[in-house]
């Protein structure tokens, strides 16, 4: 089993000491499971990437899909509850649990039927990808984008006579 903690201060991500005065609201086992090692929202100050088990046909170039925040049980914009009622309104399946955001507001998920990870997206035909068979890869792959090093872009030197 993964330490969730130990991966966030992996990704640089400085966990807040005091607690949030607020008790984990209703929620599937599956995410409370997975909400409860940092319960206040997570927003990376890094781009967060990973490489999905599954592949969806939405990853980059170099195979990667992105994580933008992780819900948090406090009253703030990045709010767990908040999400899941977006999700709602958006009509995805009952068994899909938000946990978090990635690029073009989807939303990774937990499933309460096989615990496994989903992404879910919003205005595509297919909205449902299944990404990871459990929780623990989904941080396990979890990793900060490394700059290559290497700038590939050129420059270019254009005589024009008009």
């Known amino acids: 089993m993964i330490n969730i903690e130990k991966k966030l201060q992996e990704l640089n991500v ?35 990437i990973f490489k999905p088990q599954y592949k969806t046909s939405l990853e980059g170039r170099n195979g990667d899909l992105s994580l933008e925040v992780l819900w948090g049980i406090e ?9 899941n009622q977006s999700l709602k309104n958006l009509e995805a399946e009952s068994d899909l649990y938000s946990i978090g955001g990635s690029s073009g507001s989807n939303h990774i998920c937990v499933s309460t039927d096989d615990n496994a990870i989903y992404l879910f997206t919003n205005g595509i035909d297919m909205t449902r990808f299944k990404l990871f068979d459990h929780a623990d890869d989904f941080f396990n792959a979890l990793t900060i984008e490394k700059n290559s090093g290497s700038d590939n872009s050129q420059a270019v030197s254009v005589q024009l006579d008009f």
Do not use: W
């Open 14 to 48: 400085i966990l807040a000491i005091e607690e949030v005065n607020t008790a984990l609201p209703p929620m599937p086992s599956s995410a409370s499971h997975i909400v409860r090692h940092y319960k206040r929202s997570v927003l990376f100050s890094e781009n967060v």
């Open 75 to 83: 009253d703030s914009p990045f709010n767990i509850e908040k999400a």
